[in-house]
Each structure stands twice: as C-alpha cells, then as structure tokens.
C-alpha cells in the first residue's frame, strides 16, 4: 500500500492505493475519489484479462462442459459443475433419480464446508481480531486455526471422495456421476464429519460474539429457493423485494453489463438498476426456516437478528452454513445407499437450457443452448461474485463517508475489510485489488 | 481430454523406505515448464521403482500443510526462476534464504505457497520435516506452452538419475549438507551426488 505524502482527512485531496486486496480469491484494485468529503467515485478496478470461459465452451461436446467449467474455481468448482449439468439437463429433458440429486447435494455440503471454513478462519477472522494474516493470527490464536484447517479438511476429503479429487473433481457428469461411491466408504468420513458439526457449532459461537461495525445498508437479497430444503442445487429464485421466478426469468431480471474499469462484468436489476446482493447473508435471511434444525437453532439463538443487513454479520451466517453442511451431509451419509446407476442415460436432443445453484459465494446462473449432436453452441455463466461487484461499490460509497476522519492506512484496511465480507472470488469472475483515493 | 485423474492422491512407490521420504510435485500444468514438478513424479511413477511416496499437488493452497504430515522428510520438486540458465538443476535444503515468503499482507489466497505454509506450521508449532527442493530453471510459463528443451532434458536427467538423488538425501541426512548444489543445464553426469 501507498499513501500521498498528504495529512488526514482535513485535506481536500488526499490518495490511498492498496496494491492488492490480501486474503480474497484473485487479485484486483479499488479506487476512490473524495471531493471536500464527499465521495464522488469508486470503482473497482477487475484487472485480470478476461477468461473468455463462455467462448471456450462452444463447439465442444455437453459431456465435456462440467469439466471445463470445473476449471474456473479451484475453490468452488463443484458449483460450476452443478449449475451447468442442471442447465444442461433442462436444455435435453432429462431427469436425474432421487439417489443422483441427493449424492450431488452431498458432493455440494463438501464444497461449502471447505469454501466456508477457509473463509471464516484463514482469510476473515483476522479482519475482526486485528491481524494481517492467518499467519499472524495463528501464533496467538493457534486452537482456532488447527480448528479451521480441519474443518476445512474434511470439506476436501468429502470432495475428493465424492468428486475423484478435492480439487476440480472429475467424477461429475451430465445425467450424474461416473462413479459412485461405496456406503463403507463415506460411512468411514462420518466420524470426522460428526467432530465437525460440533467444531461448525462452535464456530457460530465465536463468530457471532465478534465485534461488527454498525453499517446495515438497503439491501435487495437474492438466492436460490427451494419450497423445502435449503438452497443448494433448485431452483426458483427470489429477492427479498418480492422476485420470485423461474431460472428461465433470470436474464430477463438481472442484466449484465461492462464498465470500463473492469474486466469482469457487472450485474444489475434489469428494471431499476439497483444492485443486489448474493452469497450466505442472502440465504440465510431468505431461508432461514429451511436450515437444518441444529443449524437453525444456531442461528436463532447466536444473539444475531435475522433477517440481518449487516454485511460484517455475513461471516456469522456462513459459520450457520457450515453447521447446515456438515448436518445435511451427515444425514445424507446415513441414508446413502450406492446406486445400481450412477448415471441416468442421455438422449441427445437439441434444446436450450437453464439453472441456478447456490455456489458458496452465491447465485451462480448458467444457460446454454446445444444442437442435435450434443455439441454446445451458446453458454453464458454469471458468476455470484460478478452479481456482487456492484454492490460492492454502492456498499463503499456508503461506507467511506463514515471513516473519513481515519488515517489513509486505516481507511484503506477498512475497505478490504468491507470487500472482503463478500468473500469475493475474482478468479470466477475473472480476478481482484487495489485501492487508490482520491481526496479533494 | 486429458484427465490426470490420479494427480491428487497420494501412491506408494516401491516398498523401501516409504514412510521416510515423500516426493511432492508442485506446480500448474498448463502453463509451460511450470508443469515439470508435477511431469517428473509422474514419470517417477511410470518408472515404478522410486523410494517412498510420490504426490503430485498441481493446486495445493493451504493444503500443501497435508503433504508435511506424517513423514520424516519431504523432497518437493518445483519450477524455479532464479536467473540462471533454463534447465539449470538446483538441490536445496529448506529453509534457505533462498526461497523467501513474499509479503504475506499483500497475499491473496492465490498467492499461498510452500514458504507461507511452512510460517503457518511454524506458528502453530508443528512438527515440520526435513525437507529439501528440487528445482529446475524455467524457461518460459505462457499458458498452452510446451517445456522449453532445455528443462525437457533437465526433467529426462533427473528421472534417469533419481536413485543417485535419493541416495544423496538419505546421506546427507546422516552426514549433514553443506548448501545448495546447482546443475548446469547439460549436466547429465550430476557429479557431486
């Protein structure tokens, strides 16, 4: 980071650059420019080239896509191969069996709980207890970090269990699995997964006893919503100003758009042009009662108030998440039996298809459109973090005129502490920051 | 399409000495020579005759610590970028003030690597092995690129001479290691191991 060679804030034009945004996924900048205290512009600068994901995906082959997709998070990988084999399964009529869903919801518990763990303990806990990294924090704090890294370890075994490895798994496919695995297999996992559901509740405990800025801005929330489970793979999507629509609506709802200082698009409300906010804040506040039930009795009786507009709060609903994750994959453990099919069998078919899932981060929306001989002739994949960008900004805008009277390094810390609320993955998106503030 | 399906998991090699020595390849796949870490352990593996364990971790992060678990040492085998010649072969013992963490405010999750995950174990006071590196001098890391040839044979050397590396860690770990030793690019004969 660099400060101008300018005093506080009774400057008219002061400038704070962060180089780049620490402990997010990817790299980016932020820029701000402050005119007499009043904050005049923010932009968050996305300046990794373009992945050009969208383009790659055409002319290939359906069955190729979850791999592909798989290649754009190697934390959340498993959520772009949900939402495209649900879009692709939509695009070809086909109908996976109850055993398939509920292995995939499992695949899915191992995706949050490592996402969620790494999150709250090795890239935001710092944020609250005054570190630079969970390096830092490690020294003072060791019980709490060992804590997360197994937390987050088990997450990773699910996965590679589950998915052929931890990282972009490979046993994905359109129409299920092209391997299941066997119940003496995940029944070996149960224990650990057992210590982590109680390590997950303890989690809440901590995190919801932290100390959290007082910022609770207008929110639109959106998530996946299911009439009875948890948002995880379907399937309408709602807000919490009264949307309510098919994902075939999505496109028509929220529309995205290029702004010059980034190279990741940003997402907005067709109709207003008001952002909107995705990830475990808007699931929970929009779905509380569809926790699991320890999960939910955390949250209720953790001395937060749900629905919460809190953004800080979000590290409290994603340790609710983790307890949600390690129940459901618990119970699904339980009743796991291998199926005779790990794959229902495709008719390829020409079609068009559609589908949100609830990737750690948020809504993750995919549509593709395929010819007669299965080969992929349009894709379009909106990342939740590229959702949240704008609001983001809007979230800045908001919060700069209240910590003016900072120093420049404090200002700048403060700022990365907002983003990163977000758990942003830029990588997704395309990547993430600096800051730089002007001040007149 | 290529599926190196069996990168992430850990395989025993020959019997001998497995639970001593753990061979980790380290790097990304796609991106040139970047790759040579992780294509040396996997034709270590094809040789199917090499002491201990072989890991290749193409997309390690924070669970790089997994890989310092349970081992009494742990040889990794990286791409490096030191300013000397491509295909130049370096055997290292670590720490070195060779290898230094970058600024660990400034990191992102992207950016966590062998010198951070050993600071992390440090702080929290785990046990940590002897470990060692062995690098190759890259030549260039474009995404889609081949291996230059100079680390193509760099790579081809040193899976040939694997057993001679082997058997010079298992010494030095009794008679002790005076410093870094360093290959020239052509230096198929690896004197001095």
């Not at chain 1, 904050?39 to 969208?54: H, S």
């Not at chain 1, 129940?327 to 199926?339: G, R």
């Amino acid at each position: 980071m660099t400060t101008s060679p300018t005093g506080p804030s009774a400057l008219p034009l002061r400038t704070v650059k962060v180089e780049n945004l620490s402990r997010v996924e990817g790299e980016g900048g932020l820029y701000a420019r402050v005119e007499n205290g009043v904050v005049r512009e923010v932009k968050l600068d996305i300046f990794e080239p373009p992945r050009f994901f969208e383009a790659f995906l055409r002319g290939r082959h359906f069955q190729e896509v979850p791999d592909i997709t798989a290649r754009i998070c190697g934390i959340c990988p498993v959520a772009y191969q949900m939402s495209s084999v649900h879009a692709l399964e939509a695009a070809m009529g086909v109908t996976i069996t109850p055993e398939i869903r509920a292995l995939r919801r499992l695949l899915y518990c191992g995706e949050w709980i490592e996402s969620h763990a790494l999150h709250i303990y090795l890239l935001q806990a710092p944020d609250f207890l005054g570190y630079d990294s969970a390096i830092a924090m490690a020294a003072d704090h060791p019980k709490e970090v060992e804590q997360g890294l197994r937390l987050k370890k088990i997450g990773n075994d699910l996965l590679e269990l589950l998915g052929g490895r931890a990282t972009h798994p490979v046993s994905v496919c359109v129409g299920g699995f092209y391997k299941a695995p066997r119940r003496a297999e995940l029944l070996k996992l149960k224990p650990d997964l057992e210590w982590g559901l109680e390590a997950s509740l303890a989690t809440v405990k901590l995190v919801a006893g932290l100390k959290f800025p007082d910022f609770a801005p207008d929110y639109e929330f959106v998530s996946v919503s299911h009439p009875d489970e948890y948002p995880m793979n379907e399937r309408r999507i709602v807000s919490s100003a009264g949307v309510d629509i098919e994902p075939a609506e999505f496109e028509r709802v929220s529309l995205e758009e290029h702004v010059e200082h980034s190279t990741a698009l940003h997402s907005k409300r067709a109709d207003t042009g008001r952002s909107y906010f995705v990830g475990p804040l808007a699931r929970i506040n929009l779905n509380l009662e569809k926790l699991f039930p320890r999960a939910k009795e955390a949250a209720k009786t953790c001395g937060i108030r749900w629905p919460s507009r809190n953004p800080f709060q979000g590290i409290v609903a994603r340790a609710v998440e983790l307890v949600h994750a390690y129940e459901e994959a618990i119970t699904l453990v339980d009743a796991y039996q291998q199926p005779a099919l790990s794959r229902v069998e495709i008719k390829v078919r020409a079609g068009e298809g559609c589908a949100a899932t609830e990737a750690p981060r948020g809504v993750l929306y995919h549509r593709y459109r395929v010819n007669n001989q299965g080969l992929v002739e349009f894709a379009r994949i909106v990342p939740p973090t590229a959702q949240n960008y704008r609001r983001m900004e809007d979230d800045l805008r908001l919060y700069l005129p209240g910590i003016l009277d900072r120093s420049e390094p404090e200002i700048a810390r403060a700022c990365e502490d907002l983003i990163r609320n977000y758990d942003p993955c830029i990588s997704c998106s395309t990547h993430f920051l600096k800051l730089k503030l002007d001040r007149e | 399409m290529n599926r190196p399906a069996s990168q992430s998991k850990v395989e025993r090699g020959a019997a001998k000495a497995a639970a001593s020595l753990r061979v980790v390849g380290l790097g990304n796949p796609v991106a040139g020579d970047d790759s040579v870490g992780l294509e040396i352990v996997n034709r270590l593996r094809a040789r199917g005759d090499c002491e201990g364990e072989l890991v290749s971790l193409p997309q390690a992060g924070v669970g790089l610590m997994d890989a310092l678990e349970n081992v009494e040492a742990v040889l990794f085998i990286d791409a490096v970028s030191s300013g000397s010649p491509a295909g130049t072969l370096h055997l290292v013992p670590l720490p070195s003030g060779e290898v230094a963490p970058r600024a660990l405010a400034t990191l992102s999750s992207h950016g966590w690597g062998l010198a951070e995950t050993l600071k992390l174990m440090e702080a929290l006071g785990r046990a940590i092995p002897r470990l060692a590196l062995l690098g190759v001098e890259l030549g260039t890391v474009e995404p889609g690129a081949a291996r230059s040839p100079a680390v193509e044979a760099a790579m081809e050397t040193l899976v040939e001479r694997f057993p001679a590396v082997y058997a010079f860690l298992a010494a030095a770990e009794k008679t002790g290691w005076a410093g870094p030793l360093r290959f020239p690019p052509g230096d198929t004969s690896l004197a001095g191991l």
